[in-house]
C-alpha cells in the first residue's frame, strides 16, 4: 500500500499509468465527536435570535443564502477562445438529488446567449409537410403538454480527459451535464399538425441565436419522445437554456437540444452540418470518423468526497455520494471501488428512478482514516456498463474528445484532500 500506486497527470504529455495495489479496509467508527462543554453557540443568545429578520418584500425573487455564495457555474479560462462560444460547469460536488437548480445548470453557446422577447418569438415549420406553419408561443400553449425530468449532456463533458486525468474536480471533468423538469409539446403534435409528408424521414431544427444551430435528427426520434419545451423545473426556461423555447432530445447528446428553437425543417435526408461533420463526430484512430453517435451511454461520478469537496471530518462514518445517467433508459445498478476498480460494492439508489434522467447513489462506509482509489461504474437497464479509461482508448483511440463515459478514479488521502488521478 504505497502512494507510488497512483499517477497524478497535470499534463497531457505526462500521463503515466501506474498499479493500484491497495484496498482500503473498513472500521466502526462515529459520526459525531462530542462537542465541546460551554460552546457559545449553545449558550448564548445569537443576533439572528434577538432580532427580526428581512419582510417578505425583501426578496421578491428569491436566491441562496449568502453562504451559499460559493456554489456558482465556473469555467475553465484556456479553455475556449471567447466567452460567447464558450462553456461553463455544473458545481456538481455541491448537489445532491437528481436535479439541477436552474441557475446552476452548465451552459454551452457557441454564439453567446441570444436574447429574445417571447412576443416577437415564432416557430417554423417547414419542408417535406403538407401545410407549412407558423406558431407563436401562444399558439403552442394550446397544445397538450408534457412534463418530463431528462439530464443534457454535451458530448464533450469530460472530453479533456480523454488523454489522462486533467483537471481537479468533478464540476470541471463532469459537469457538462444538468437534469431537470421540462414542460412542453411533444414534438410529434406540432408535425402532425403540420402534417408530415411519406418521404418526410428527417427534422432540422435551427436557433435562433447568433450560431444559427442546425442539427439532423431521424424522424423515429423527432416523433418518440421529443419535446418543443418552454419550462424548466416549472418556470419558464432561463435565456441560457434557450429562453422562450428549446428543443428536449431525451438521452441524445446536448448539441442536438437546440435552444431559441425557431424553425424545424422536414426532410428526406441528412442535412450534413457542421455541428455533425467537422464538430461532434468523434475521429477514430484509423482517421477515419464514428457518423451520428447521438446516444450519451450510461455514465456515472463521484461528486462527494472529490477534488472540491473533500473530507474534513476525519475518519469514521461517512457518505459516498454521486450520480448516474444514460441515455438508454433508466440506471439499473452502479458500483462503487474504493480500491480502484479491484473490488466493488453496490451502491444504493435513492431518490426517484426515471427514464433518461439522472440517478442518485450513495454508499455508506466506515472510512478508517487510509488512502482510498473511489471509482463508481454505472450499469443501465439494458446492460451497458461503463467502460475504464483504457477500454475507451483501446476501442477508439486517442484523437476524440467526444463521448468519453470512461470511470473515473479519485484519490483520497489520508488527510481527507482528493486527487483527480487514473489507475490501470
Ligand atoms: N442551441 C443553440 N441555438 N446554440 C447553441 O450554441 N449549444 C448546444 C445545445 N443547443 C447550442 C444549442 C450544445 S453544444 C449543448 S451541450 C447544449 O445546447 C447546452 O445546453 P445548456 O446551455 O442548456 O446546458
Ligand atoms: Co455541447
Same mark, same amino acid.
Given at each position: 500500500m504505497t502512494d507510488k500506486t497512483i499517477s497524478k497527470t497535470p +499534463?497531457?504529455?505526462r500521463r503515466s499509468l501506474l498499479k493500484a495495489g491497495f484496498a482500503a479496509g473498513a472500521v466502526a467508527g462515529t459520526a459525531g465527536a462530542a462537542r465541546a462543554a460551554g460552546d457559545p453557540l449553545i449558550t448564548e443568545i445569537q443576533d439572528w435570535n434577538r432580532y427580526l429578520g428581512d419582510g417578505v418584500q425583501a426578496r421578491p425573487y428569491g436566491v441562496p443564502s $449568502?453562504? $451559499?455564495?460559493?456554489v456558482v457555474r465556473r469555467d475553465v479560462e484556456w479553455l475556449t477562445a471567447s466567452t460567447e462560444s464558450s462553456v461553463n460547469f455544473t458545481p456538481l460536488h455541491e448537489l445532491d438529488g437528481i436535479i439541477t437548480p436552474n441557475g446552476l445548470c452548465f451552459e454551452r453557446h457557441h454564439g453567446g446567449i441570444a436574447d429574445i422577447n417571447p412576443a416577437d418569438h415564432r416557430l417554423m415549420i417547414n419542408g417535406l409537410v403538407d401545410t407549412p406553419l407558423v406558431f407563436t408561443m401562444e399558439d403552442l400553449k394550446r397544445f397538450p403538454r408534457e412534463n418530463r425530468v431528462y439530464f443534457l449532456e454535451c458530448?464533450?463533458?469530460? +472530453?479533456?480527459? =480523454?488523454?489522462g486525468s486533467q483537471l481537479n474536480g468533478c464540476q470541471y471533468t463532469h459537469g457538462m451535464v444538468h437534469c431537470v423538469m421540462y414542460t412542453g409539446v411533444p414534438l410529434k403534435l406540432i408535425l402532425e399538425e403540420a402534417g408530415l409528408k411519406t418521404n418526410g424521414k428527417w427534422v432540422m431544427p435551427e436557433g435562433a441565436?447568433?450560431?444559427a444551430m442546425t442539427r439532423s435528427i431521424p424522424i423515429e426520434k423527432a416523433l418518440d419522445d421529443c419535446l418543443v419545451a418552454f419550462k424548466m423545473n416549472g418556470e419558464a426556461l432561463r435565456p441560457e437554456q434557450g429562453y422562450p423555447l428549446r428543443l428536449v432530445v431525451p438521452g441524445w447528446e446536448g448539441n442536438m437540444w437546440v435552444k431559441w428553437l425557431r424553425r424545424i425543417e422536414v426532410g428526406d $435526408?441528412? =442535412?450534413?452540418?457542421r455541428e455533425e461533420t467537422s464538430k461532434y463526430t468523434d475521429l477514430l484512430e484509423n482517421g477515419k470518423a464514428r457518423r451520428f453517435t447521438w446516444v450519451m451511454d450510461p455514465k456515472s461520478v463521484i461528486?462527494?468526497?472529490?477534488p472540491q469537496a473533500p473530507i474534513s471530518h476525519g475518519k469514521g462514518p461517512m457518505v459516498i455520494s454521486g450520480v448516474a445517467w444514460s441515455g438508454n433508459g433508466r440506471i439499473k445498478r452502479v458500483d462503487v471501488s474504493l480500491d480502484g476498480g479491484r473490488n466493488w460494492k453496490t451502491a444504493r439508489l435513492d431518490g426517484p428512478s426515471l427514464s433518461k434522467a439522472m440517478h442518485r447513489f450513495y454508499l455508506d462506509i466506515d472510512w478508517d482514516g487510509s488512502d482510498m482509489l473511489l471509482q463508481s461504474r454505472a450499469m443501465d437497464e439494458h446492460g451497458f456498463f461503463q467502460p475504464t479509461k483504457n477500454e475507451l482508448r483501446a476501442a477508439r483511440g486517442e484523437n476524440s474528445i467526444y463521448h468519453n463515459n470512461g470511470i473515473q478514479t479519485w484519490h483520497v488521502k489520508a488527510d481527507g484532500m482528493v486527487e483527480n488521478v487514473e489507475v490501470s
Open positions: +499534463g497531457l504529455s $449568502e453562504f $451559499e455564495a460559493h458530448a464533450a463533458n469530460s +472530453g479533456m480527459e =480523454w488523454r441565436d447568433a450560431s $435526408e441528412p =442535412w450534413h452540418q461528486t462527494s468526497p472529490s
